[in-house]
């Protein structure tokens, strides 16, 4: 080990392996989730109780434009949360609802109160009531997907090494709870939801990750809620 030259490749060696540990600490001290969530909404009419006694089911949501395919994980996301939440509560899934319309020769009339619905932002009463006693809920949320998007940003690297990188998403949800005996809007509330982390891996944050993260928040707000899910982030 006298050859300088193998001194020289001796210390570099070193000096890359003690640079892509610090990186490695450096990365893993900063690897926890990141939240930033904003939330409001109105109670209208609904009181603490109402939901447990009266049931709620989930209706087709609404979706910006491309975001579509999006819609039937939403209300699924929405409905897994707010049963887990609130047990006490009689939940009845979107598929659920649609095999109750189904099953009821409603199928035409729920298509024309969606499509109403997307040009006046109106439920039909008399179509509410009806899905309502099929569906044996009092109540119904009805989803509005704004936006999704996701991102990745490669934070730290070493001679073409990815050591860390920050995986990001976004999401935007406006919710509605109908009240189908007077078909009148009950409660109503917006939430927008950004959660990032590290990584060494490409494991980017899954729609399903977000939209259960953001249905907590927003849940949260509901009358009678209880504390122990209202998590300060």
Same mark, same amino acid.
Do not use: K, W
């Given at each position: 080990?006298?050859?300088?030259?193998?001194?020289?490749?001796?210390?570099?060696?070193?000096?890359i392996h003690m640079v892509v540990l610090l990186l490695l600490l450096f990365a893993a001290g900063c690897a926890m989730d990141q939240f930033e969530y904003d939330t409001e909404h109105e109670s209208l009419s609904l009181?603490?109780?109402?939901?447990?006694?009266?049931? @709620?089911?989930f209706l087709t949501p609404a979706a910006a434009t491309g975001l579509e395919a999006d819609k039937q994980a939403l209300a699924l996301s929405f409905a897994k949360k707010l049963q887990l939440m609130?047990?006490?509560?009689? =939940? =009845?899934?979107?598929?659920?609802?649609?095999?109750a319309v189904n099953a009821a020769d409603l199928d035409e009339q729920y298509k024309q109160m969606y499509r109403d619905y997307l040009?006046?932002? @109106?439920l039909e009463?008399? @179509?509410?009531?009806?899905?309502?006693? =099929?569906?044996?809920?009092?109540?119904?949320?009805?989803l509005s997907l704004a936006s999704f998007q996701q991102s990745r940003q490669r934070r730290f690297g070493f001679f073409g090494l990815r050591v860390s990188q920050t995986e990001s998403a976004n999401i935007r949800t406006f919710v509605q709870i109908w009240d189908a005996h007077n078909a009148s809007v009950a409660w109503e509330g917006f939430v927008e939801f950004n959660f990032s982390y590290e990584?060494?891996?490409?494991a980017p944050v899954t729609f399903q990750d977000v939209a259960e993260l953001a249905a907590e928040q927003l849940f949260s707000e509901l009358p009678g809620a209880d504390s122990t899910w209202i998590t300060a982030r």
């Open positions: 080990m006298n050859d300088p030259y193998d001194q020289i490749f001796v210390a570099r060696q070193s000096l009181q603490a109780g109402d939901l447990a006694a009266g049931g @709620i089911g609130y047990p006490q509560i009689r =939940v =009845v899934a979107l598929p659920h609802v649609l095999s040009e006046t932002s @109106i009463g008399s @179509i509410l009531r009806s899905i309502g006693e =099929v569906s044996e809920v009092r109540y119904f949320a009805q990584t060494s891996a490409e």
